[in-house]
């Protein structure tokens, strides 16, 4: 897919574009070129700056500075970014200071990516020496701190990430004291524990970790060595080959279809530095060793876009959440490298309400219109998720989003089969999110590991099925066994097994949406193994009111509801509270849970619920006739 023609006045955004992204994605398995110490710096622009946004693409920024007018959104994100740099400095000199149950410096680093990039990017564009000396002032308090922590190398690569681009980008600003003075701190407080995380007695565990620290943590570590191999390319000798045979590990999460285990808020972050690592390496060197080519990442973009219901809020499992879609300026870098008009034009829909970041400008791509997408997506990998609506561009429009996957799967929580459900332009059904991180042992995840105890992070909080109120099993994995859509319907079946074995010999869920797609149905089938209370359960911020025949209707502000128990018969909903113990757990205040609780003898059981929302124009669906979901069709 290619983007439509657009006006020769922005083309040379595209030009821009394709110089940054690199070619498109070779066709058939992506092949990993490992650089050796020996050669990978043999194609090193030995030039600063180096890093994302060299002269010549400076100055076609700068040329469209001078074109005020000709892209609205383009000049709307260089006056955020302007805006951005005059609040950055009135602000003080960062501070060492370390927070959390970890002590970790992981905000003040953040802080500092922030202030170098902006200042740094906004001093090239307009020739405005206050923002780089500002900028040279936060590396030169960052570089005078004892240490970047390495002990949470999070917070190392992060810094070293901020201080390797304002070097870079500064560096003919930058006097000769100043710059030997950061590229000392670079060193000594970023690299240097970079290369002995890769080649101590015992690696880091981020090296080989699947997840977020994995491409943070090599990222940072690729700019840094970038940034200053043409004066120690001792450092990226050893960095970047270590990086690129590492950086599949986390690469790979992303395979088949985009979708981030983590939840949508780390498929964000991890997005991000993912962009950095491989755009870092294209610029400096020509080439990313065909880390972009690997499976997955092709598709990351879709996930803000289906992921998202109406109401702007993620399907937001594991520790993330509840989330609104935040801007990503990476996504304009994703829409050119795979050549998908759809992730630019999601992300300029998102630009409309909420300000720029700098990667916006260095990857900047025009208004495009939203190309056609099919209603309902299903994604695969290490965490399954379907996701199902009435509409595109429509607000008020119903939306439900269930997941699969595995419970132990980083961030995770016990909530395989979990569901959200927008409609009216409200979210119905939530999920609450992590809790506190400073709650004690909150990253255990074995079977007895307090964790478990947490509210949030238990099966208790998510909108699944329960057995005795009990939480899965915490080493439970669940598929999507069938997924199918047509105009007027879709519907997910999940198998829930593993989760509810100690009870139930089989265990799945469906998840439709019906009646011309103006209703919701969560079906669940068991076959018990032994008396057990069964449970539905449904996590909402809706006031709720139960009527005679056991049904409940939802209430948020003008908006209704309708939840009915279609089986079994003479099953009725109660209400609960969902507000948990005072801090550090969260309190969940004015949260409820819509619940129905039935005995369950051995033997097959099915509850079945359909949502139905009082849609203005056509009152509530009908309920529909109940068949078993291995007829679901």
Same mark, same amino acid.
């Given at each position: 897919?290619?983007?439509?023609? +657009? ?68 000049? #709307? ?19 060492? *200071? ?29 020739? #405005? ?9 936060? $590396? %030169? ?29 500064? /560096? ?13 701190? +670079?060193?000594? !407080? ?52 270590? &990086? ?44 990313? /060793? ?83 997408? &099919?209603?309902?997506? *299903? ?8 996701? $199902? ?26 909530? +395989? ?23 004690? @042992?909150?990253?255990? #995840? ?13 099966? %208790?909080?998510? =909108?699944?099925?329960?057995?005795? =109120? ?15 859509? *047509? ?30 797609? *103006? ?14 209370? &069964? ?23 003008? !908006?209704? $509801? @309708?939840?009915?128990? %279609? ?25 409820? @849970? ?16 359909? +949502? ?14 109940? @068949? ?6």
């Amino acid at each position: 897919m290619r983007f439509p023609s +657009l006006p020769a006045l922005l083309g040379v955004w595209l030009l821009a574009a394709a110089a940054q992204a690199g070619p498109a994605p070779a066709s058939g398995a992506a092949k990993l070129a490992v650089p050796s110490e020996a050669n990978v710096l043999s194609t090193l622009d030995p030039h600063h700056p180096r890093l994302f946004l060299k002269e010549d693409s400076l100055r076609q920024l700068k040329e469209a500075l001078g074109r005020p007018g000709a892209d609205p959104a383009f000049d #709307k994100c260089f006056q955020g970014l302007l805006a951005k740099a005059e609040k950055i400095q009135a602000e003080p000199p960062p501070q060492y *200071r370390k927070s959390g149950r970890i002590q970790a410096i992981t905000r003040v680093s953040r802080n500092c990516v922030t202030r170098i990039y902006v200042l740094a990017l906004a001093y090239r564009l307009t020739g #405005k020496e206050s923002y780089a000396a500002k900028a040279r002032d936060v $590396m %030169l308090a960052a570089c005078a701190f004892p240490d970047w922590n390495p002990k949470s190398f999070l917070d190392t690569a992060e810094m070293t990430n901020a201080v390797g681009v304002g070097y870079d980008w500064l /560096f003919d600003y930058l006097a000769a004291a100043s710059r030997e003075t950061i590229k000392a701190s +670079l060193i000594e !407080k970023g690299l240097e524990p970079g290369v002995a995380a890769y080649t101590g007695p015992k690696p880091a565990s981020w090296v080989k970790n699947a997840f977020n620290w994995n491409q943070v943590c090599n990222s940072g570590l690729i700019i840094g060595a970038l940034a200053v191999a043409d004066t120690d390319p001792q450092y990226a000798r050893i960095i970047i080959p270590h &990086a690129v045979q590492s950086l599949p590990v986390a690469l790979a999460s992303y395979a088949p279809d985009g979708a981030w285990p983590e939840g949508p808020g780390y498929w964000w972050y991890a997005t991000r530095y993912t962009v950095f690592a491989l755009a870092a390496l294209e610029w400096a060197l020509g080439t990313d /060793f065909g880390l972009s080519d690997l499976p997955g990442l092709a598709q990351a973009g879709f996930t803000p876009i289906y992921m998202i219901g109406p109401s702007g809020y993620y399907l937001n499992y594991a520790d993330t959440g509840p989330n609104r879609r935040e801007p990503l300026g990476d996504m304009f870098w994703l829409a050119r490298r795979y050549q998908q008009p759809a992730f630019a034009a999601d992300e300029h829909a998102c630009l409309a309400h909420h300000p720029a970041d700098p990667e916006h400008l260095i990857w900047y791509q025009p208004p495009v219109a939203m190309p056609p997408l &099919a209603l309902d997506k *299903r994604f695969g990998g290490k965490v399954e998720a379907a996701f $199902m609506r009435s509409a595109w561009n429509d607000p008020t429009a119903l939306w439900v989003g269930v997941k699969a996957g595995y419970n132990q799967v980083n961030h995770g929580h016990l909530d +395989l089969g979990n569901f959200e459900l927008d409609a009216l332009g409200a979210r119905w059904a939530l999920d609450l999110g992590g809790d506190s991180y400073d709650l004690p @042992r909150y990253f255990s #995840k074995e079977p007895t590991a307090p964790r478990w105890t947490y509210y949030r992070c238990s099966s %208790l909080s998510h =909108n699944v099925p329960l057995l005795d =109120n009990q939480n899965q099993d915490v080493f439970a994995t669940s598929r999507i066994d069938k997924f199918q859509s *047509r105009p007027d319907a879709a519907f997910a079946i999940l198998d829930l097994t593993s989760a509810y074995k100690d009870k139930s010999s089989k265990t799945t869920r469906g998840v439709a949406l019906i009646d011309v797609r *103006r209703a919701a149905l969560v079906q669940d089938e068991f076959q018990i193994t032994a008396p057990c209370e &069964a449970a539905w359960g449904m996590t909402t911020k809706a006031e709720i009111a139960v009527d005679r025949d056991g049904s409940a209707l939802l209430t948020m502000e003008d !908006k209704q $509801m @309708r939840a009915r128990l %279609l089986s079994p018969a003479g099953a009725a909903f109660t209400v609960e509270s969902a507000e948990q113990r005072p801090p550090p757990h969260k309190s969940n205040k004015g949260v409820r @849970r819509l619940m129905a609780r039935v005995p369950a003898q051995p033997g097959p059981l099915r509850i079945a619920v359909l +949502l139905a929302p009082v849609w203005p124009a056509g009152g509530e669906a009908p309920a529909p006739a109940l @068949r078993p979901l291995a007829d679901w069709n």
